[in-house]
């Protein structure tokens, strides 16, 4: 089975500080993603990765950035964070091609931002 | 915009009820398909999903969708619902021009009641 893993479960920070978000996947998935996850909005694509040191902005990338430094890992870096950064972020994976499938998610940080 | 529609935010259903979801899109050209779960507590799994071939596609757990290009629908079914089927259900599509990217709907709550 394919296995995402994000190292945090539930973090709360505050205003300014920096905050990093780990994500690891143990099935040699070129793709990787973060999302992050609100009530009423859904999944908010944040920045994406097809490849080592290759990333691409989502639909949101505004306050954040990312890091792949190798294939199995994605990180997302809040580099202030801010009150509406207060959420649930998701971590994800897939094999590269257009038909390749499914999008694997781990388990969600839960990031809460005082 | 180009988007992915869920009608129903919250639904209420009772053991043995019939249950249909609908998701609606906008984006041209071919598209994948799915539909995700998100269990109380738990990450987001794949329900079922949609590359080609027979439009009515049967998933995990009993549910079922179709897709009718015509209407750009992919609507989630399941005859008998379960006190266990209590969960969000998620609609995603993945145009296939876009490569990798993944589009989600807002969301439906479904509560089953005993």
């Known amino acids: 089975d394919v296995k995402v893993t994000q190292s945090s479960r539930y973090l709360v920070k505050r205003t300014g500080e920096k905050v990093f978000l780990e994500c690891v996947q143990d099935m040699d998935h070129e793709n990787m993603f973060w999302y992050r996850q609100d009530p009423g909005l859904g999944l908010r694509l944040i920045y994406f990765s097809y490849d080592v040191k290759m990333k691409e902005k989502g639909d949101i990338p505004e306050g954040y950035s990312v890091s792949r430094e190798k294939k199995e890992r994605f990180s997302l870096i809040l580099e202030s964070a801010s009150t509406n950064q207060t959420s649930m972020y998701l971590c994800?994976?897939?094999?590269?091609?257009?038909?390749?499938?499914?999008?694997?998610f781990g388990e969600g940080s839960r990031l809460t931002v005082l | 915009a180009q988007s992915v529609s869920q009608h129903n935010h919250h639904v209420i259903l009772s053991e043995a009820a019939s249950l249909e979801l609908g998701c609606n899109y906008s984006?041209?050209?071919?598209?994948?398909l799915f539909w995700y779960v998100q269990y109380p507590g738990q990450h987001l799994q794949l329900l079922l999903k949609?590359?080609?071939?027979?439009?009515l596609v049967k998933g995990i757990k009993g549910f079922e969708a179709e897709f009718i290009k015509s209407k750009f629908s992919f609507n989630l079914r399941k005859p008998s619902v379960q006190w266990s089927d209590t969960a969000e259900y998620f609609c995603a599509v993945n145009p296939t021009r876009t490569g990798n990217q993944f589009y989600f709907g807002t969301g439906t709550s479904l509560t089953v009641i005993p």
């Open positions: 984006y041209g050209g071919t598209v994948n």
């Open positions: 949609y590359f080609s071939g027979d439009p």
């Open positions: 994800a994976s897939s094999l590269h091609g257009a038909s390749t499938g499914e999008l694997f």
